[in-house]
């Protein structure tokens, strides 16, 4: 399977280690660098092989490349995933983690992180005592923008705000179902309260359903049945390839705009969702507010208030055209995105 994955991918250089501590796979996937160093976030969790890992790393780079092309920002895509075993010990994190850090500058600035599922701003304190300056989204007390979680949450929202206008109706007025209340959806359940929406939300973590659940009185929805719940919005906010052959007959939702990263499992989905009607809202295009807005900031110098600006800005402005390419050219939302980012790497369309 390694071999098919690699003879597949069309990416620049996969970095792949052992960290003999700790037993872990660390693994660097440069996807591309041609409008700049490669960024994207370390992923840091357990996998049941390497060749899942593997998966997971290319494939997630391929979409950092695509995330950052779209809105023209220049930076090229990357990701790092440190799969580590199911018993790593607390007390050895750290210690994976600057080893890790070393990695990063011995390439030298060609690639440049900040976190991703399982790592956080604290983790990137760590990292950036072997990594800096390599090492984005690092804790305010240690110079950098802190979460990016609430920055996605921003650019979803603004999605949302997108496809109501497709569906003839404003947030206030909609039903949404959020799949996941993480670093993202959290936020964003937050966000869609404020505006008056109607809520509902599934989650895995106890703590997680405590909080929005039992203290914020959301409404719960067991978490094998989010995806078949009937809404307006369903807005996919945890792991990815959620919207798939099987899953996409049972959908009851009128479009999709959420957060987690390579929603559609494979590109003939973006065509099936099309197809029942359902408007997607491309994931590389909703999901970029964390990634724009921290890059922003610390590497081009904007304010809170600035990043904010730019990230509805380009969301709400991409989607639009994306939409409407789609609808003028009669191809799916997913492709449609795709042309746009293609455009910008100098690959036609």
Same mark, same amino acid.
């Given at each position: 399977?390694i071999? %098919?994955?690699?003879?597949?991918?069309?990416?620049?250089?996969?970095?792949?280690?052992? +960290?003999h501590?700790?037993?872990?796979?660390?693994?660097?996937?440069?996807?591309? /660098?041609?409008? $700049?160093? !490669?960024?994207?976030? /370390?992923?840091?969790?357990?996998?049941?092989?390497?060749?899942?890992?593997?998966?997971?790393?290319? &494939?997630?780079?391929?979409?950092?490349?695509?995330?950052?092309?779209?809105?023209g920002?220049?930076?090229?895509?990357?990701?790092?995933?440190?799969?580590?075993?199911?018993?790593?010990?607390?007390?050895?994190?750290?210690?994976?983690?600057? &080893?890790? $850090?070393?990695?990063?500058?011995?390439?030298?600035?060609?690639?440049?992180?900040?976190? =991703?599922?399982?790592?956080?701003?604290? =983790?990137?304190?760590?990292?950036?005592?072997?990594?800096?300056?390599?090492?984005?989204?690092? /804790?305010?007390?240690? %110079?950098?923008?802190? #979460?990016?979680?609430?920055?996605? @949450?921003?650019?979803?929202?603004?999605?949302?705000?997108?496809?109501?206008?497709?569906?003839?109706?404003?947030?206030?007025?909609?039903?949404?179902?959020?799949?996941?209340?993480? #670093?993202?959806?959290?936020?964003?359940?937050?966000?869609?309260? @404020?505006? $008056?929406?109607?809520?509902?939300?599934?989650?895995? +973590?106890?703590?997680?359903?405590?909080r929005? &659940?039992?203290?914020w009185?959301?409404?719960?929805?067991?978490? #094998?049945?989010?995806?078949?719940?009937?809404?307006?919005?369903?807005?996919?906010? !945890?792991l990815?390839?959620?919207?798939?052959?099987?899953?996409?007959?049972?959908?009851?939702?009128?479009?999709? @705009?959420g957060?987690?990263?390579?929603?559609?499992?494979?590109?003939? =989905? %973006?065509? &099936?969702?099309? =197809?029942?009607g359902?408007?997607y809202?491309?994931?590389?295009?909703?999901?970029?507010?964390?990634?724009?807005?921290?890059? *922003?900031?610390?590497?081009? *110098?904007?304010?809170?208030?600035? @990043?904010?600006?730019?990230?509805?800005?380009?969301?709400?402005?991409?989607?639009?055209?994306?939409? +409407? /390419?789609?609808?003028?050219? $009669?191809? +799916?939302?997913?492709?449609?995105?795709?042309?746009?980012?293609?455009h910008?790497?100098?690959?036609?369309?």
């Open positions: 399977m071999d %098919g994955l690699l003879t597949s991918w069309d990416g620049e250089r996969l970095v792949v280690s052992r +960290d501590e700790t037993g872990a796979w660390i693994l660097i996937a440069l996807h591309s /660098t041609q409008l $700049g160093p !490669a960024a994207g976030g /370390t992923r840091m969790k357990p996998y049941p092989s390497l060749d899942a890992a593997l998966e997971d790393v290319l &494939r997630l780079s391929e979409g950092m490349t695509y995330k950052f092309a779209a809105p920002l220049p930076f090229g895509g990357a990701k790092a995933v440190i799969a580590v075993p199911d018993n790593l010990n607390p007390e050895e994190r750290q210690g994976l983690l600057r &080893r890790y $850090g070393e990695q990063i500058a011995q390439l030298d600035g060609t690639f440049l992180t900040g976190p =991703d599922v399982g790592t956080s701003p604290e =983790d990137m304190d760590v990292i950036a005592e072997t990594g800096a300056p390599h090492v984005f989204s690092r /804790t305010p007390a240690a %110079g950098g923008a802190g #979460d990016p979680g609430p920055y996605t @949450a921003l650019g979803v929202l603004t999605a949302i705000e997108v496809v109501g206008e497709r569906l003839g109706l404003g947030v206030g007025d909609a039903r949404i179902v959020v799949q996941g209340a993480g #670093d993202v959806g959290g936020p964003l359940l937050e966000m869609l309260i @404020a505006t $008056g929406a109607s809520v509902a939300f599934s989650e895995i +973590d106890e703590e997680l359903n405590r929005y &659940r039992d203290e009185g959301i409404e719960s929805i067991a978490p #094998d049945q989010a995806l078949a719940a009937p809404c307006d919005v369903l807005a996919p906010c !945890a990815g390839g959620v919207l798939s052959q099987e899953a996409i007959p049972y959908l009851r939702c009128r479009a999709i @705009a957060s987690a990263n390579n929603q559609l499992a494979t590109s003939s =989905d %973006g065509v &099936r969702l099309a =197809d029942r359902i408007l809202a491309p994931d590389f295009v909703t999901n970029v507010g964390g990634a724009m807005a921290i890059s *922003g900031m610390e590497a081009l *110098g904007w304010s809170p208030a600035e @990043a904010d600006h730019h990230v509805r800005t380009y969301v709400a402005a991409t989607l639009r055209a994306i939409f +409407d /390419t789609a609808a003028s050219e $009669g191809i +799916d939302t997913a492709a449609a995105a795709r042309r746009i980012a293609e910008r790497l100098g690959k036609g369309g």
